[in-house]
T-cell receptor, first 109, second 113 residues
Framework: GQNIDQPTEMTATEGAIVQINCTYQ??????LFWYQQHAGEAPTFLSY??LDGLEEKGRFSSFLSRSKGYSYLLLKELQMKDSASYLC??????????WGAGTKLIIKP | NAGVTQTPKFRILKIGQSMTLQCAQD?????MYWYRQDPGMGLKLIYY???????DKGEVPNGYNVSRSTTEDFPLRLELAAPSQTSVYFC????????????FGQGTRLTVV
């Protein structure tokens, strides 16, 4: 079956760095997406990886290892506004997104 | 800059009632999607459309219907509402199915009592 695993909740301190991991099992693979979702709001796109390696975009970076079925989202210089859920989604061979349940990130001052 | 507009934001239905969730996008996107999001679960695809006149079932289509008569609009119809359909519903659109981001509407919180 197809499955995405990511931690349910993480806590970090303002100004620090946090890494949110995601492992996936899909029928075929056409890329890995990360979305941010603030409470009560719609998901918004953060990153897309289809090749192995690290993609950096400002304070956020995303890493992919296709051989390990593994990705992580790295958030640097954490700000209070980064408190949100982070959704990992893998695209399968039919170009359908398989979504994880999300990781709720709590930022403490 | 409307993006994806979804209405209503909140709705309470009685068991057996019907309703239509409206979704419109002004980005000329070909692909449109309906998801439901339940607590502790990932987004589940209900239906999707790759263009006007074309719709297809997703992972959890039972109890729902869709139509896509224009590029802009993709309404979701709930017939005979059941408590299991209590959820947050998101409409989304993307240019194509590949490596492009999806834009989401603000969601509809539906409660069936």
């Amino acid at each position: 079956g197809q499955n995405i695993d990511q931690p349910t909740e993480m806590t970090a301190t303002e100004g620090a760095i946090v890494q949110i991991n995601c492992t996936y099992q899909t029928s075929g693979f056409n890329g890995l997406f990360w979305y941010q979702q603030h409470a009560g709001e719609a998901p918004t796109f953060l990153s897309y990886n289809v090749l192995d390696g690290l993609e950096e975009k400002g304070r956020f970076s995303s890493f992919l290892s296709r051989s390990k079925g593994y990705s992580y989202l790295l958030l640097k210089e954490l700000q209070m506004k980064d408190s949100a859920s982070y959704l990992c989604a893998a695209m399968d061979s039919n170009y359908q997104l398989i979504w994880g349940a999300g990781t709720k990130l709590i930022i403490k001052p | 800059n409307a993006g994806v507009t979804q209405t209503p934001k909140f709705r309470i239905l009685k068991i057996g009632q019907s309703m239509t969730l409206q979704c419109a996008q002004d980005m000329n996107h070909n692909y449109m999607y309906w998801y439901r999001q339940d607590p502790g679960m990932g987004l589940k695809l209900i239906y999707y459309s790759v263009g006007a006149g074309i719709t297809d079932k997703g992972e959890v289509p039972n109890g729902y219907n869709v139509s896509r008569s224009t590029t802009e609009d993709f309404p979701l119809r709930l017939e005979l509402a059941a408590p299991s359909q209590t959820s947050v519903y998101f409409c989304a659109s993307s240019y194509d199915e590949m490596n492009t981001e999806a834009f989401f509407g603000q969601g509809t919180r539906l409660t069936v009592v």
